[in-house]
């Protein structure tokens, strides 16, 4: 299994990103795909998810600002980020997670660094 992301860098506040994820390994389909980012000397948190459904669940901190979406015949999700603010930064990971009555599975990214800086 590969979760392969890109899109990260440098920008400066109030300017946008594109995170992408690329799944490799599994089927995509069936798994609840999300962004989580973890700061300097701070817990991992979650940004955004959508289910194999479609639904959407956001941290309080990025609504309105970040909009998650997936692609089922390209194997991928992604992360759009505008109103970029300082507290962004962070490594952001993907991670894919799957669960029935029988077993769960869950998969990371390596991460992608933002940092929001002027």
């Known amino acids: 299994v590969q979760l392969v992301e890109s899109g990260g860098g440098l920008v400066q506040p109030g300017g946008s990103l594109r995170l992408s994820c690329a799944a490799s390994?599994?089927?995509?389909?069936?798994?609840?795909m999300g962004w989580y980012r973890q700061a300097p000397g701070k817990q991992r948190e979650l940004v955004a998810s959508?289910?194999?459904?479609?639904?959407?669940n956001y941290a309080d901190s990025v609504k309105g600002r970040f909009t998650i979406s997936r692609d089922n015949a390209k194997n991928t999700v992604h992360l759009q980020m505008t109103g970029l603010k300082p507290e962004d930064t962070a490594v952001y990971y993907c991670?894919?997670?799957?669960?029935?009555?029988?077993?769960?599975?869950?998969?990371w990214g390596q991460g992608t660094q933002v940092t929001v800086s002027s």
């Open positions: 959508v289910t194999s459904g479609g639904s959407t």
């Open positions: 390994g599994i089927i995509f389909r069936f798994y609840t």
């Open positions: 991670n894919a997670a799957f669960a029935d009555s029988r077993s769960a599975s869950d998969y």
